[in-house]
């Protein structure tokens, strides 16, 4: 089994800023990629940003230029820096990893989602 625990969501003003953080624990063997995802109220969950193994990067055009996607290594956590948020910006994030496991099957798993509201 795969845990994914994300931290750092909260209220901020907008124009400010927030990072988030996403750490795997459990079975693994390596980890093919990572992503954030958001839902807000009434909206399906759509794709913010998700970096590869290898450290290839692809964001959604609405924050493409304020949002960052980085992680040190294939086990360490993945971050998401968010700038310049917006109150759009408003919804549960959630962490998402395809994972490798020890057992050489390939797996996908969600972290619990964090709350960020951005006030206007």
């Known amino acids: 089994q795969v845990q994914l625990v994300e931290s750092g969501g909260g209220l901020v003003q907008a124009g400010g800023s927030l990072r988030l953080s996403c750490a795997a624990s459990g079975s693994i063997f390596s980890i093919n990629a990572m992503g954030w995802y958001r839902q807000a109220p009434g909206k399906q969950r759509e794709l913010v940003a998700g970096?590869?193994?290898?450290?290839?990067?692809n964001y959604a055009d609405s924050v493409k230029g304020r949002f960052t996607i980085s992680r040190d290594n294939a086990k360490n956590p993945v971050y998401l820096q968010m700038d310049s948020l917006k109150p759009e910006d408003t919804a549960v994030y959630y962490c998402n990893a395809e994972v490798l496991g020890t057992d050489w099957g390939t797996y996908v798993y969600w972290g619990q989602g964090t709350q960020v509201t951005v006030s206007s």
């Open positions: 970096i590869t193994s290898g450290g290839s990067t």
